[in-house]
């Protein structure tokens, strides 16, 4: 996989001073690269483990989350920021490392007992991703996986997650 890490772009001190940045836009750009991409996430999910949805966390969630969906033949439902889906939803607050945020989902997106795979660009503190799993099960999913592209282990996500079965793909210790 260090060949798709080479398609990523490390941008330093982005979105500010400290922080560096990997810009997943030169991954998507090449089609052997994202096509690469696409198929080693399925690969995980493709050998006996049932999916029936795939939640994509809004915004880079959208990427990668149909996609995923399409090739386990499963449905894609969008868990998004507040105020952007239409329908009567169910929220939640999280907080971030500098604040708080909220996630959205529809009420009735979700049947009790489906089993659901979560979808991000990125696993970094987890809190996102835990926000989301709770939506989940608040409907009544039951969590068959998250799969991330890449996974910055040394912020720790993965010990928000307890007893899901994380994949990443691309993974950096710093």
Known sequence: MDDLKTLIREIPDYPKPGILFYDLTTLLMDPRGFHLLVDRLCEHYSDGKKV????GIEARGFIFAPALAYRLGA???PVRKPKKL???????T?????GSDQLEIHEDA??????????????????TA????DL??????EIAGAAFAVELRFLNGRTKLPGVDV????KYDK
Not at 130 to 133: E, M, N, V, W
């Open 52 to 55: 029936d949805l795939v939640v």
């Open 110 to 127: 979700i049947r009790r007992g489906q089993r659901v795979l979560l979808c991000d660009d990125l696993l970094a503190t987890g809190g």
């Open 94 to 98: 999280y907080q971030l490392e500098y």
């Open 75 to 77: 449905g894609f439902i």
């Open 130 to 133: 835990a926000a989301a799993i």
């Open 86 to 92: 239409p329908w009567k939803t169910a929220s939640v």
């Open 136 to 141: 989940v099960r608040r409907l009544g999913g």
């Open 167 to 170: 994949f990443s793909l691309l």
